[in-house]
């Protein structure tokens, strides 16, 4: 597995890392603690050491089993966890943002227990707290990291000036954004740039469109109850069939390397630039070995020039998150 080192702190990772939300929250997938536990060790035999948790995921048990898979070979993994929303320990309820200083320590303190650690290797804020200057939430995680608590700060979905305000306090070794040849918002939104001039990594999370640039979705997919994609406008049967010219062009490439649609998916984000990290999320053997493949793809120049102009010609249907989740991302 080829590695890369993601902020100026010397984080290294695996190329591609491994997001463990769908083990058991937002997707309707039907996998067990023994077989998400199962998997992520399969992961870490194959060369994976990027794992990526939160505490909403579950919420609180998602860390739990990351925790008890990693637990035989902490010491060779780089678990990133998350902070930043009000979660009601009765009711699992999830009600806005919370990044206020003692909550981020307390939220600090459980994941810690949950995941059966002495240090947090990356700790993002989920999404930016509009109430909490960036510079306090900054200022926190700085001084978790000086009492051997955190290793590296990252944030998600923050915009490019939020960036540079909680970098200038505490250095920001990775963004975790949505980016995948469906969702280039990075690109154009100053987030890419700001990374690039302050040796910020870019996690790249839902880096197959939630499934959809597999090729394995289509209008007529049904998903399960619980399933988050049906509140998206994106998943709709209609954007998914006005969507469908993304899957041809994977297709078309992919039959030129002899591969899948997801690893062309991957291998193009990877060429990207060399400090960004996919975290793809899978609950089957064969997706995981799929994506890990990705890796060895090398698209040409040709490649990514015909990628580049077909996508100039594709407009994608949807956005990528309901109105509501949108008002929480680039602040």
């Known amino acids: 597995m080829h590695r890369r080192v993601i902020g100026t702190g010397g984080l290294e990772v695996s190329a591609i890392g491994l997001g463990c939300m769908g083990f058991n929250f937002s997707y309707s ?3 067990t603690r023994e077989e998400s536990i199962a998997l992520i060790r399969l992961a870490t035999d194959r060369g994976i050491t990027f794992f990526d948790t939160a505490e909403v995921y579950g919420p609180f048990t998602n860390e739990e089993i990351v925790g008890e898979a990693l637990k035989p070979i902490r010491d060779r993994v780089v678990i990133a966890t998350k902070f930043g929303f009000n979660i009601d ?38 999404r930016v707290d509009p109430n909490v200057p960036i510079e306090d939430v900054a200022g926190t995680v700085r001084d978790l990291i000086a009492e051997g608590k955190v290793k590296h700060f990252g944030l998600s979905e923050a ?53 959809f640039l597999t090729g394995a979705i289509n209008k007529d997919t049904q998903f399960g109850e619980k399933d988050f994609r049906n509140s998206h406008p994106r998943f709709t049967s209609e954007a998914r069939q006005d969507n469908e010219p993304l899957i041809d062009l994977l297709k078309r490439i ?25 975290i793809p999320g899978t609950t089957k053997q064969h997706r995981l070995e799929e994506n890990i493949g990705s890796t060895e793809i090398a698209l040409t120049t040709n ?17 990528r998150y309901p109105e509501a989740m949108m008002g929480m991302v680039g602040l």
């Open 29 to 31: 997938y039907s996998v």
């Open 89 to 126: 320990p009765a009711t699992h309820k999830t009600s806005g943002t919370n990044s206020r200083p003692e909550h981020i320590r307390q939220v600090c303190e459980m994941s810690l227990k949950r995941l059966g650690i002495e240090m947090i290797d990356l700790l993002y804020q989920h």
């Open 159 to 211: 915009g490019a000036g939020t960036i540079r305000r909680a970098h200038a306090v505490q250095p920001v070794a990775t963004i975790q954004n949505e980016y995948s040849l469906w969702t280039r918002d990075v690109e154009t939104n100053g987030t890419l740039a700001t990374c690039e001039e302050l040796g910020i990594g870019l996690v790249a999370y839902s880096p197959l469109g939630r499934g």
């Open 254 to 278: 992919a039959q030129k390397h002899q591969a899948t649609p997801a690893q062309i998916a991957l291998a193009w984000l990877l060429a990207q630039k060399p400090w960004i990290v996919p």
């Open 303 to 319: 490649d990514l020039s015909e990628i580049e102009q077909a996508l100039s010609s594709i407009d994608i249907n949807g956005g």
